[in-house]
Every structure is written in C-alpha cells, then in structure tokens.
C-alpha cells in the first residue's frame, strides 16, 4: 500500500486529492497548520471513517523545516504532492514577502528536506498558469516563456523553476503540473468563481442586491478541480519526471461566468453586477488559455466538465448550502 502525503491538504485540490488517492488504495498523510479553530479541515469532514483511517494528519508547515523532516521520517511517502501556498494573486500585492516565502521558498524547503531525509520518493510541484502572466502566445504550452504579473507568480516561478533544478542537479523525480484555474464548489469564497456563485444565490434569495468585483474582462480558461487532480497523480505514474500543461483549451470571461450562474437563477446579472476599484489589481493577467496536447497525448488526462455545467454545479452547490 502506497502512502502519499500532500501539503495543503485543506485547500480545495488538497481535499479533492485526498478522496482521489485514498479510492486508490492509498494511505494520505496531510500537512496542517496550526489554527485557533479547527474550521480550516471542513473541507475533509465528510471523509469519515471508514475512510477515514487512510487519512493521518500531521501539525507542520512549509516554512518549518523540521517539522517537514519529521513528518517525511516518520511517514517515507512514496509520492508527495507540494499543494500549499498563499494561492490568492490580489492578496499577493498585501504580502508579498509572506507568499514568496510560502509559495516561493517553501517549495525549496520541501525539496530540501526530501534530500536531507535521503528519501526516494515522486514529488509534485503545484505550478500555476500564473506564471505565463502577459504572455507572448496564446494558446500558452510548456514551451511559452513566463511573464509573472504578481508576487505569487514571480513565486511560483521560482518554485517551478527550483522543483526543476532539483530534478537536474539530484536526480531526483520531479514533476510540475502547470494548471490553468480549476474551480469548484470547495472554491475559496474569495476567489472570482465561487464569490459569484455565493451572491448570485444570496440576491435570488432576497439576503443581498448588489455583487460588486473588479475586472470584468478577464478571461480565464476554467475547468474542474476534481478533473485537475487526477492529472496530479498521471504525472507521478508516468514513465519519468517531466512538466505538463493541465487546462480545457477554451477561455471565457469573468463576464460569461456571471451571465451563465444569474441566468441559472433565473436572473439578468447586468441589473446586480457592479465594478469597484477595490477589486482591480495594480498588475493584471488579462487572458490565460492552455494548451494541454502535451498531457493528453503523454498521460491520456482530459477534463471531463465543460464549462456551462461547471457554473452550474457551483450555483447547485451554494443554493443547496
Ligand atoms: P487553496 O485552497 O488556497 O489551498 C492552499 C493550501 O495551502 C491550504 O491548505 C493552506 O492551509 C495551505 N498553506 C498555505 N500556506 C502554507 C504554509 N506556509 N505551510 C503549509 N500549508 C500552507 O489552494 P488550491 O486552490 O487548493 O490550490 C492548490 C495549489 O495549486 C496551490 O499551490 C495553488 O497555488 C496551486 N494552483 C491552484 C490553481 C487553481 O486554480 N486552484 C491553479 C494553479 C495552481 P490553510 O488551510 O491552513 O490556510
Ligand atoms: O478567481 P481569481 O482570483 O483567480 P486568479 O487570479 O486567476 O488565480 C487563480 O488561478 C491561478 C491559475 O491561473 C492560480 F494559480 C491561483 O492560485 C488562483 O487559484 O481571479 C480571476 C480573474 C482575475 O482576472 C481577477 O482580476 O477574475 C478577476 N476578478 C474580477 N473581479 C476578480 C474579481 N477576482 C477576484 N478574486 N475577486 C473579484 O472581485
């Protein structure tokens, strides 16, 4: 029986991995920061026992390196899955010194501590289509040169390019997955996607009247965070170590996403939707659209939710909360 151990197992890939990996037979060790509440986990309640014995957690976190040598030691995971980071680009702006060294250095000191614990194990970087910011070509593959607009993607192109190095420097099996946005009702609230959701469904219900965000024409190529994952684990079953486009290859804007979620509703999003300043970044990433030819072709992945049911499902899922 094969043990995984996946930072940022409370995030929302982190939880859709856990459930992927534990179908499989796997047994999941997860890293968890310390919390003043345990809230942070309710994205891995509903993983109850029986299941619940595949799943051990361990106190630790990417900027303390012991207790990441420990938990290596103690548990020698065959595959390890780097999901953690400070994910939110906007927040990037208010701390990026905090997310350069979470999602930046963290990664480093991960791959440190794997060396120093001379364990033989896969390792997954979670890179991100962040990286190719104002990119020069579009649709973006592996071959795209980078252009981060923000602290979190200059982050993660160092941690990228670190999880890299390390592969050629160590020999060590080292794969990235560069994933374009990958959403669903786990979302964090304050991520575009799952912020319209939330209120659309508030203003059906009568709770609010207004949804205000920032820009509007920026397009995302968005898919479905429980296709994204099994891309994760193909990568680590590959025949070597190697880096791979995940996305759908189609772009919509943020204007789309509002039209289809208020029209679910039965609602014309022009009369709710308004723009506020608060919202609109000092740098944006006006388009993002991924090839993944790469990953189809090397791994057989491709996403299986199109985008109009994407919105719908997390409509369903706000309005049944
Ligand atoms: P998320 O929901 O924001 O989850 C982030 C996770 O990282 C949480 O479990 C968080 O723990 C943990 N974390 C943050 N700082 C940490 C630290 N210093 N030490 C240990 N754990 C820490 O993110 P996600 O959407 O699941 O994304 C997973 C990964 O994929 C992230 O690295 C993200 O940057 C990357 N990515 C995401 C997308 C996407 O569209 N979702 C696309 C490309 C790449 P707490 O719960 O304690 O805060
Ligand atoms: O939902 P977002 O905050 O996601 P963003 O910035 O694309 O980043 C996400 O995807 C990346 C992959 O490319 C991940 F690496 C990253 O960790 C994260 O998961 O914003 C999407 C778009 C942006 O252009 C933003 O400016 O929506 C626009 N937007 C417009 N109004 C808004 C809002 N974004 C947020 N969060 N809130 C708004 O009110």
Redo the contacts with the bound molecule.
């Keep these: 029986m094969k043990t995984a151990l996946i930072t940022g197992i409370t995030g929302q890939d982190g939880s859709y991995l856990s459930e992927f990996l534990i179908s499989k037979g796997y047994n999941v060790v997860g890293l968890v920061r310390r919390n003043s509440t345990v809230d942070q986990r309710s994205r891995l309640d509903h993983l109850a026992a029986p299941v619940r014995k595949k799943l051990a957690l361990e106190y630790g976190d990417l900027l303390d390196i012991p207790s990441l040598v420990l938990t290596l030691k103690k548990h020698r995971p065959a595959e390890v899955y780097n999901l953690a ?1 400070q ?4 927040i990037s702006f208010d701390q990026p010194i905090f997310t350069a060294q979470a999602t930046g250095l963290g990664a480093l000191n991960l791959l440190e501590a794997i060396r120093i614990s001379d364990l033989e194990c896969r390792f997954y970087q979670a890179s ?3 990286m190719f910011g104002k990119a020069e070509q579009s649709p973006q593959n592996e071959r795209t040169p980078f252009h981060p607009r923000s602290p ?1 993607g200059i982050s ?1 192109v160092f941690a990228h390019w670190a999880t890299i190095n390390y592969r050629e420097s160590y020999g060590m099996w080292n794969s990235c997955g560069i ?3 990958h959403e669903s009702p786990r979302r964090g609230e ?4 799952r ?1 319209i959701t939330l209120q659309a469904n508030r203003i059906a219900a009568g709770l609010a009247d207004t949804l ?5 024409n ?1 397009k ?1 190529d968005w898919g479905f965070a429980g296709d994204y994952v099994e891309a994760m684990w193909l990568m680590l079953q590959h025949s070597k170590p190697d880096d791979f486009v995940i996305a759908t290859g189609e772009t919509h804007s ?1 204007e789309e996403f509002c039209k289809i979620a208020f029209g679910h509703l039965g609602l014309d999003y022009k009369k709710y939707v308004k723009t506020d300043q608060a ?3 000092p740098a ?2 006006e388009l ?1 659209c991924g090839d993944a030819g790469k990953a189809r072709a090397e791994l057989g992945w491709t996403p299986k939710v199109p985008f109009p049911q994407l919105v719908k499902m997390m409509v369903d899922a706000d309005k049944a909360r």
Excluded at 87 to 90: P, T
Excluded at 190 to 193: A, C, D, L, S
């Design positions: 980071a994910s939110h680009v906007k991100s289509s962040e979190y993660k994933l374009f946005n304050n991520f575009v996607t912020k205000y965000l920032g820009n509007m920026a995302r943020v919202y609109m970044r944006e990433v993002l």
